[in-house]
């Protein structure tokens, strides 16, 4: 079980993200939605350890995480940024490599793992990853997240600026990381119909705070709901 607790935390003396409380369990996708600028990328970089922490927990299997995003990382929390950050200059095979290595996993294992779940990096193995597309470079990052073994994953507006087909492509596959690893995923987007292809429920946050926790279906169906609290 993947838990956060009344999170509060900012920019300088600037709060953004207030009392925010929140969990995923193994194997669970859940969607962290809202409008631009209501604070989903600010709760990720707290639960990373980027911004510092004001208030509040982050837990996994009931453990408090360490307070550095290198611990955390070590310690089960992938994450893949708005903006992919992929290492321009490494090929995709050592973006890969890279990533797993740091985290004290096999190199060659974690390579040969990302080519079965991401065939259509196979062709751009040996590519400069600043060389790839932008869809490319997101499945790239994806790729390098899984190979840390995380056991959450965080997602940060996956599918900006990615073409419809890689968009279902990178749906299906995070469908399968979850049945096949047991990985619990959050995702913060807003893309609605990404979101609801694949999360079971969903948190939808508004001016920094968590608004509701909806289930699939409900979201789904309320149109009013959707209109109000995302604009769609």
């Known amino acids: 079980m993947f838990k956060i607790s009344n999170a509060t935390g900012g920019y300088g003396k600037t709060t953004i993200i207030r009392d925010v409380s929140l969990e995923v369990g193994a194997g669970e996708i859940v969607a962290l939605l809202g409008r631009n600028g209501v604070g989903k990328s600010t709760l990720m ?22 307070d550095t995003t290198f611990g955390r990382a070590r310690a089960g929390l992938g994450y893949v940024p708005q903006g992919r950050f992929v290492f321009p200059r490494m090929s995709v095979i050592e973006n ?31 590519a400069l990853a600043g060389g790839l597309s932008g869809g490319q470079q997101q499945v790239l990052a ?17 599918t900006e600026g990615v073409q419809p087909s890689i968009i279902d492509e990178m749906a299906g596959i995070l469908l399968k990381i979850r049945e096949e690893s047991g990985i ?11 979101c609801l292809s694949i999360a079971s429920r ?9 608004r509701l926790a909806v289930d699939r ?5 309320n149109k009013e709901l959707q209109q109000e609290l995302l604009g769609v």
Request: net charge negative; hydrophobic share 50%; aromatic share 6%.
């Open 45 to 66: 970089r707290y639960v990373t350890a980027e911004i510092p922490n004001w208030e509040g927990r982050v837990e996994l299997d009931n453990a408090l995480l360490p």
């Open 96 to 126: 890969i490599a890279v990533a797993a290595a740091t985290n004290g996993h096999k190199p060659k294992q974690a390579v040969e793992h990302a080519m079965e779940w991401f065939p259509m990096l196979k062709s751009k193995a040996a």
């Open 142 to 158: 994806l790729a390098r997240a899984l190979a840390m073994k995380p056991k959450v994953l965080l997602l940060d507006e996956p």
């Open 184 to 194: 619990a995923i959050l995702v913060a987007e807003q893309d609605l119909d990404f």
């Open 202 to 210: 969903a948190y939808v946050m508004e001016r920094g705070a968590v």
């Open 217 to 221: 279906e409900e979201l789904r169906q």
